[in-house]
């Protein structure tokens, strides 16, 4: 007599069990410590390494070594409330299927896939959003701060407690270790507010990850997320050019790496869960509960060029289409965070990939991104724009292409 093959389990189910396994794992193995002042703090940079147990925590780098994190303790009465930066680099996947996503085996024995070089100190002097400099950071510097090394590749959504090829993509894991080492300090529920943001695969896995950073965190804490350059957008490829559209890299890494993704939109999107990895489709599942600010510029360079293959140098007039519908995309996937009435967006019309966080160009409307943001996040008034969305006043669907004077990539 055949047996009855057993059912299947829906996405969702899937991922609130790895979820509840991997903050349990987490919070059960994350020996790492933390205390402040830490041991050689000074005022102005220093930031002291935690490492993790890889095996016990789950929270691996792609060569199997234990993950971690940099932390700078606050001061005064910004003690208690915490920036995260997550560190962008790109993505890969173990064993890539595909001759244009990289693989990751590239990485490994790297700082991008190994943790075993990592300095014990570090200053992050490069990072505005969480300098320690009173000048250059007005608003935050006193805040506590953690910096995440990327060394997942999986744009910090990989649970995949198995190696694949001998490579492991833990960075949703990476993630959960932090805050059990925060709760297990006692800093957790001492929280009284929060951002999360980061650059490129660290603004993806920003708003990857902002739901459960929302779970975890003290209610009565708000929870801020401001991802910069990690807004893709799902286009087909430039004609000819053999790269792979956003939805399927995706697909390809939800299934390698059983990504985390946004829980209710999960649930709604069986069929297609691995579209809630990218902002537009999952926004507006977390942009209920989460104070949401989007820096994107609207001609991302890493996009156009590298993700969506048009071809490295100046845009022709055979070219021009393709970009100038990249443009319209943008905007258009953008429209949820510019109709919210709590959001705010940063969206400079200009070929480059990353918007600066420092009080420099490029500007939109004579504004940076440090000061609209900082405006946003503090409800100060704001003349030019008024409810802080700040899509560069001089772009048009039929208008000149990087039409920004200040964009330095002109």
């Known amino acids: 007599m055949m047996k009855r093959p057993v059912p299947l389990l829906p996405p969702f189910i899937l991922l609130l069990l790895s979820y509840v396994y991997f903050a349990w794992c987490a919070s059960a193995g994350a020996a790492a410590t933390m205390q402040c002042p830490h041991p050689g703090q000074t005022p102005s940079t220093q930031f002291q390494l935690v490492r993790f147990d890889g095996a016990e925590t789950g929270a691996r780098c792609i060569d199997g070594t234990g993950a971690g994190f940099y932390y700078h303790c606050g001061s005064g009465s910004d003690a208690d409330k915490w920036i995260i930066w997550l560190v962008g680099g790109g993505y890969c996947i173990a064993s890539s299927p595909r001759p244009d996503i990289q693989d990751c085996r590239v990485r490994v024995g790297t700082a991008q896939g190994s943790s075993a070089h990592w300095a014990n100190t570090t200053n992050q002097a490069g990072v505005p959003l969480i300098s320690n400099n009173q000048t250059l ?94 807004w893709f957008i799902n286009v087909e490829p430039y004609p000819g050019s053999g790269k792979t559209p956003v939805a399927e890299v995706a697909l390809l890494l939800y299934k390698s790496s059983l990504s985390y993704a946004n829980v209710e939109c999960v649930k709604d999107n069986v069929a297609t869960p691995w579209l809630c990895l990218t902002g537009n489709v999952s926004y507006p599942y977390w942009g209920k509960t989460v104070r949401t600010f989007i820096a994107e510029n ?96 001089c772009w048009s669907p039929q208008g000149k292409l990087s039409c920004n004077p200040t964009c330095h990539s002109q």
């Open 137 to 230: 950071n007005p608003d935050f510097y006193a805040w506590s701060k953690i910096v995440i090394p990327y060394c997942s590749g999986d744009l910090y959504s990989g649970t995949n407690n198995q190696s694949v090829s001998g490579m492991y993509q833990n960075g949703h894991n990476i993630i959960a270790a932090t805050f059990a080492t925060l709760k297990n300090a006692g800093f957790l529920p001492r929280i009284k507010e929060l951002i999360l943001s980061g650059g490129s695969a660290g603004g993806f896995g920003a708003h990857i990850n902002i739901d459960y950073v929302r779970r975890v965190v003290p209610s009565s804490a708000p929870v801020s997320v401001l991802p910069n350059a990690g």
């Open 298 to 393: 609207i001609y991302d360079i890493n996009q156009i060029f590298g993700q969506d293959g048009v071809p490295a140098g100046k845009i022709t007039a055979k070219e021009c289409p393709y970009v100038r519908n990249f443009g319209a995309t943008m905007i258009s996937t953008l429209d949820d965070v510019i109709k919210s009435p709590q959001a705010g967006i940063y969206a400079p019309a200009c070929f480059l990939h990353g918007v600066d966080t420092a009080e420099r160009v490029p500007g939109v409307g004579g504004y940076s991104l440090q000061t609209m943001f900082n405006d946003w996040y503090f409800s100060r008034p704001n003349t030019a724009f008024p409810t802080y969305k700040a899509v560069d006043p």
